[in-house]
Each structure stands twice: as structure tokens, then as C-alpha cells.
Nanobody
Framework: QVQLVESGGGSVQAGGSLGLSCVAS????????MGWFRQTPGEERERVATIQRDGTTKYEDSVKGRFTISRDNAKNSLYLQVISLKPEDTAIYYCAAVKVEGSWCPFHDFGYWGQGTQVTVSS
């Protein structure tokens, strides 16, 4: 069983950038598909980006070109670099993991979640 702890959120002005980190413990993430999701009050949790075991990445259309997901299996960590932030990026960002055979990611069915880190973008 893996435990996930995010960090790096904060308040920035539109156009700014942030680096989110997620440190895993309890198991090695090399066996996991990893992802970042976000949620705003009253809305469903939205998938932002995923990264497969082989490093293949996928992004939600609204963040393509601005967000970069990466993983460092040696450090058991997941990252999300975000640039050109917009007010609509304001949300709680969650790190997520699901153990998989082979290299693929489900759309939304992740079994492990962090506690979230708040990102607030002001205009």
C-alpha cells in the first residue's frame, strides 16, 4: 500500500508558475501509474495529467503546453511543473496512484490519493 504526500501549492498571480511534488512511501512507484487531479468546490475531481510506468504522459486539453508531469522512480516521487497559470487553474491538486501490470493508466479509477495541495491563481 502506498501513501502519498503533496507539497508545493500556493498563491500566485496569473501568468505565474509553480512546482508541485508528491512523495510516496510504503511501496515503490515504479509499479504504479501516477497522476495529478484537481478539484474545485462543488465540482467533480478532474484528471489533469497521467504518467505511465514507461514515462508516457497524457494531459487534459486545457493544460497542454502549460503543465508538465514527470516522475523520478529513484526518489519515489511525482512532479507537476505548471507555467502560465490562469485563474481557472485554481483548485486543490491531488496526487494519485494505481498499481498496474504493464504500462497503462486508467482514466479515473486510481486507488491511492494524497491529501491535496491548494493552488490559487489571482487575476
Amino acid at each position: 500500500q502506498v501513501q502519498l504526500v503533496e507539497s508545493g501549492g500556493g498563491s500566485v498571480q496569473a501568468g505565474g508558475s509553480l512546482g508541485l511534488s508528491c512523495v510516496a512511501s510504503g511501496d515503490a512507484i515504479r509499479s504504479y501509474c501516477m497522476g495529478w487531479f484537481r478539484q474545485t468546490p462543488g465540482e467533480e475531481r478532474e484528471r489533469v495529467a497521467t504518467i505511465q510506468r514507461d514515462g508516457t504522459t497524457k494531459y487534459e486539453d486545457s493544460v497542454k503546453g502549460r503543465f508538465t508531469i514527470s516522475r523520478d522512480n529513484a526518489k519515489n516521487s511525482l512532479y507537476l511543473q505548471v507555467i502560465s497559470l490562469k485563474p481557472e487553474d485554481t483548485a486543490i491538486y491531488y496526487c494519485a496512484a494505481v498499481k498496474v501490470e504493464g504500462s497503462w493508466c486508467p482514466f479515473h479509477d486510481f486507488g491511492y490519493w494524497g491529501q491535496g495541495t491548494q493552488v490559487t491563481v489571482s487575476s
